[in-house]
C-alpha cells in the first residue's frame, strides 16, 4: 500500500518520548525541546495582530493567499537584518539577497526541501556528530548516508572533516557528497557552537572537495541570536562571499514562537529555482498571516524587545541547571561531565563510557522512577562516525520549558540516580 517513501518513514525516536511526557505527568522532562511557556509574546503578538485587523485592506491582504517565496516586505526586512549582522555590509544592496530568501513553515520545511532537492538514497550528507536528530531521520527517509565528524568544545573538528573528504575523494565517492550541515550556533544537542575561527575553513574545505558539483554547506542557525552576552561571531553564511555554497537556515520559532512556525532560509542561485519549485509543491506559500505578524513585530521593535527577554530567561535556567549539576556532581569530573551553555536552550551531559543512557536500558529506567527523563544521546549520532562510534553514554539536557524550581528539582532528580549509579 505504500509508497517508498511512506515504507522507510519510520516513525520518530522523539514520538516516544512525547508519549510518555503526556502519560506521566509526574515526570519531569528535561528532554522536550520547547521554549520557555511564560515569556512567550502574548502582549507583543496582540498589539500587532490588532494591528494587522485593525485596517481592512491589510487584514485582507493578510487573510488572503500570499506567494511561495514569502512575502517580499519581510524578506526586505530579513535581508537589511542579515546584513546588520555581517562586519562589512556597505557594498551589499539588501534587494540581492531578498531575492534569495525562501520562507518556510518552520526551518525545518526548510531542511525537509534541501534534502528533497539535494539526496538521493546513498548520497553523503556529512553532520557533526552529535547533531539534530529530527533532521538525522529525515535524512534515514530518504535513505542519505549520514556520516558524523567528531565535535569538540569548538564545535565540528575540521582535521577529521578533512580526513573524511580526503578519504571519500580517495575511495571515488566524494561526488556523493552532497552537503555538510552544521548546527552552527548553541547546537541542538550539544549546546556548543562552531568557532568563530572554524567557521571561514569549513567553507573554504567544502569548496575545495567539491568537484563535479557543489558541496553546499548548510548552516542551520537556528540558535543564532540567543547568545547570552556579549556579540555574536559572524555566520558560518558570512564567509561565503560568493554566495554560492552556503545555505543559511533560520526560525522564529526559538527566538520568537514556535507557533508561529515560521522560518527562512537564503539559498544559493543554482539551488535557489528547485528549492522553491519544491515549496511550491508543498504548500505554494507559508501562512501569509503569520508572516504580517512576524514583519508588524519586527517594525515595531517587539521583536528586539523578545530576543532580549527570552536571553534573559534562559541565561537565568542555563546557569539554574550548572549550578545544580555542579553542587550535586561537581565532585565527581570530569568522570561525569556537561557543557555549559553561552546561548540557546541545550546542555550535553556525559556520563562515563560503561553507563548507557538508551531509551530501553536500565539509567533510563532508574531515571524514571526517580521521576525524570531527557532525551538519550545516541539518537544525536549518525550511523557512521568518522574516527569514532555512537556514543551511548551521553544525554541532551533542555532547560527550554520547565520553571527555574523545577528545573533545579528535574536536575537534582537526575544526579541521585547519577551517584547510584556510580556507586558515589
Ligand atoms: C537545530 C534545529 N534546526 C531546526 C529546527 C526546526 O525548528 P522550526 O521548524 O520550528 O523552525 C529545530 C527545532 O527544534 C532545531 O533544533
Known amino acids: 500500500m505504500l509508497s517508498r517513501l511512506g515504507l522507510d518513514a519510520g516513525r520518530p525516536a522523539i514520538s516516544d518520548l512525547m508519549r510518555l511526557?503526556?502519560?506521566?505527568?509526574?515526570?519531569?522532562?528535561?528532554?522536550?525541546?520547547?521554549?520557555?511557556?511564560?515569556?512567550?509574546?502574548?502582549?507583543?503578538?496582540d498589539e500587532a495582530w490588532r494591528d494587522i485587523m485593525d485596517d481592512a485592506a491589510s487584514a485582507r491582504s493578510a487573510l488572503q493567499y500570499g506567494t511561495t517565496q514569502g512575502d517580499p516586505v519581510l524578506r526586505y526586512a530579513l535581508a537589511q537584518r542579515l546584513l546588520a549582522e555581517l562586519p562589512e555590509t556597505a557594498a551589499i544592496d539588501p534587494a540581492?539577497?531578498?531575492?534569495?530568501?525562501?520562507?518556510?513553515?518552520?526551518?525545518?520545511?526548510?531542511?525537509?526541501?534541501?534534502?528533497?532537492?539535494?539526496?538521493d538514497p546513498g548520497d553523503i550528507v556529512i553532520a557533526e556528530a552529535p547533531t539534530y536528530f529530527v533532521f538525522l531521520d529525515l535524512l534515514?527517509?530518504?535513505?542519505?548516508?549520514?556520516?558524523?565528524?567528531?565535535?569538540?568544545?569548538?564545535?565540528?573538528?575540521?582535521a577529521h572533516l578533512e580526513a573524511l573528504l580526503e578519504r571519500l575523494?580517495?575511495?571515488?565517492?566524494?561526488?556523493?557528497?552532497?552537503?555538510?550541515?552544521?548546527v552552527s550556533e548553541h547546537s541542538n544537542p550539544s549546546g556548543l557552537s562552531l568557532a568563530a575561527d572554524r567557521r571561514g575553513p569549513l567553507v573554504?574545505?567544502?569548496?575545495?572537495?567539491?568537484?563535479?558539483?557543489?558541496?553546499?554547506?548548510?548552516?542551520?542557525?537556528?540558535y543564532r541570536g540567543l547568545t547570552f552576552e556579549g556579540p555574536e561571531a559572524p555566520s558560518l553564511w558570512s564567509h561565503d562571499a560568493s554566495g554560492d555554497l552556503v545555505i543559511h537556515a533560520r526560525t522564529f520559532s526559538k527566538t520568537l514562537s514556535p507557533?508561529?512556525?515560521?522560518?527562512?532560509?537564503?539559498?544559493?542561485?543554482?539551488?535557489?529555482?528547485?528549492?522553491?519549485?519544491?515549496?511550491?509543491?508543498?504548500?505554494?506559500?507559508?501562512?501569509?498571516?503569520?508572516?504580517?505578524?512576524?514583519?508588524?513585530?519586527?517594525?515595531?521593535?517587539?521583536y528586539d524587545a523578545q530576543i532580549e527577554r527570552v536571553k534573559g530567561v534562559y541565561a537565568s535556567k542555563a546557569s539554574v541547571v550548572?549550578?545544580?549539576?555542579?553542587?550535586?556532581?561537581?565532585?565527581?569530573?570530569?568522570?561525569?561531565?556537561w557543557t555549559v551553555p553561552r546561548g540557546g536552550l541545550y546542555v550535553?551531559?556525559?556520563?562515563?563510557?560503561?553507563?548507557?543512557?538508551?531509551?530501553?536500558?536500565?539509567?533510563?529506567?532508574?531515571?524514571?522512577?526517580?521521576g525524570v527523563f531527557y532525551v538519550p544521546g545516541e539518537y544525536c549520532f549518525p550511523a557512521a562516525v568518522e574516527s569514532g562510534q555512537r556514543d551511548r553514554n551521553r544525554m541532551r539536557l533542555c532547560y527550554g520549558v520547565p520553571p527555574e524550581p523545577i528545573l533545579k528539582e528535574g536536575v537534582e532528580r537526575l544526579a541521585r540516580v547519577v551517584r547510584r549509579t556510580l556507586g558515589a
Open 259 to 302: 507557533g508561529v512556525k515560521i522560518g527562512y532560509g537564503v539559498v544559493p542561485q543554482e539551488l535557489f529555482p528547485t528549492v522553491l519549485a519544491l515549496k511550491g509543491h508543498h504548500d505554494f506559500g507559508s501562512s501569509n498571516l503569520m508572516q504580517r505578524l512576524i514583519l508588524k513585530m519586527i517594525e515595531s521593535g517587539q
Open 96 to 119: 540581492t539577497i531578498a531575492e534569495r530568501i525562501i520562507v518556510t513553515t518552520g526551518s525545518q520545511q526548510l531542511l525537509y526541501l534541501l534534502a528533497e532537492a539535494l539526496v
Open 21 to 45: 511526557a503526556l502519560a506521566r505527568p509526574d515526570l519531569i522532562s528535561l528532554a522536550a525541546g520547547f521554549v520557555d511557556q511564560y515569556s512567550l509574546p502574548v502582549h507583543g503578538a
Open 204 to 222: 573554504e574545505l567544502a569548496r575545495k572537495f567539491g568537484r563535479n558539483h557543489p558541496i553546499y554547506v548548510l548552516d542551520d542557525a537556528a
Open 169 to 182: 575523494t580517495a575511495e571515488g565517492e566524494i561526488d556523493r557528497v552532497k552537503m555538510i550541515y552544521s
Open 348 to 370: 550535553w551531559f556525559s556520563l562515563p563510557e560503561h553507563v548507557r543512557t538508551s531509551r530501553d536500558g536500565e539509567f533510563f529506567a532508574a531515571c524514571l522512577e526517580e
Open 322 to 337: 550548572v549550578e545544580t549539576l555542579e553542587a550535586t556532581l561537581g565532585d565527581l569530573k570530569p568522570a561525569v561531565h
Open 140 to 158: 534515514a527517509a530518504r535513505g542519505a548516508r549520514v556520516i558524523g565528524v567528531p565535535i569538540d568544545e569548538g564545535g565540528m573538528c575540521l
